[in-house]
């Protein structure tokens, strides 16, 4: 009886792990306003992008003189290849003051969570 639990519950935790880390199959969108950061490097941007987004790549020597120029009462929606580096971003860019950020993950996950096209 024991192990019929204990396979039911991690079936279960299993489920509800997979379903956690799956991406909404409706956008869920954007506050209006929000600005949006692709942090890879500009070569990276220029093979697709999500429409609109500011390119200030993390691992520049001058990412924080570049992010120190925005306002960090706004809201931001900050994405990468994998959402590694995007990570990184929100971390420093928390040290910095900024308080309102999102990890779109991917550019794919971050297109499929905000609804906002890749564009060339």
Known sequence: MKRILTAILLVFGV???????????????????????????????AGGHLEGALNIDV???????????????EDYFIYCRSGNRSGQAISQM???????MINGGSVEQASNYSGVPVIN
Request: proline letters at 9%.
């Open 59 to 73: 691992q520049s020597p001058d990412f924080a003189a570049q992010v120190s120029q925005l306002d960090p009462t």
């Open 15 to 45: 489920t509800l792990g997979v379903a956690a880390c799956s991406t909404p199959s409706e956008p869920v969108g954007l506050a209006e306003g929000t600005v949006i950061i692709d942090v890879r490097t500009p070569a990276e941007f």
């Open 94 to 100: 928390s040290n910095m003051g900024f308080t309102s």
